[in-house]
């Protein structure tokens, strides 16, 4: 086997330690719940230029906790963070919908900061074609 095909799993495990760093840094040290965010996308994207994405948090939306922060990354786009959302009490629910940009097949994760510290997650992987012929 030569160097060459070691290439797309080196930059594959360097794009996701990075993607690990950027999740540890917007958990600071705490644990990620996974049962509050649905993340919802496509699974199969044939046009990575715009995406459709919505994520929801099953969370009271009070003064006493809400859902403070959504945080969307893309983790092989050049740069991850796809969009940032902030929230208060007065968003009425905590669900946000917009289109992402992907510029290959991968995961994307969905991040909600809550307003007490706590963050809950989700992840989906897309796949992206070109004209719907694979990718």
Do not use: H
């Not at 495990?13 to 999740?23: H, L, N, Q, R, Y």
């Not at 230029?49 to 859902?67: D, G, R, W």
């Not at 097949?105 to 719907?132: F, H, L, R």
């Amino acid at each position: 086997m030569g160097l060459g095909a070691l290439a797309p799993r080196a930059a594959r495990a360097a794009a996701e330690t990075g993607i690990d760093d950027m999740i540890a840094k917007i958990a600071k040290g705490r644990r990620p719940g996974r049962s509050a965010v649905t993340l919802d996308l496509p699974e199969i994207a044939e046009n990575g230029n715009s995406v459709p994405i919505t994520v929801k948090v099953t969370s009271p939306m009070t003064e006493q906790l809400y859902v403070a922060r959504i945080v969307i990354i893309a983790e092989a786009n050049p740069t991850p963070t796809a969009a940032t959302f902030s929230l208060t009490p007065l968003s009425g629910r905590a669900e946000v919908s917009t289109r992402i940009r992907l510029a290959q097949t991968q995961t994307v994760s969905a991040i909600a900061e809550m307003s007490d510290g706590s963050i809950e997650m989700d992840k989906k992987t897309v796949k992206v074609t070109a004209g719907g012929c694979g990718g």
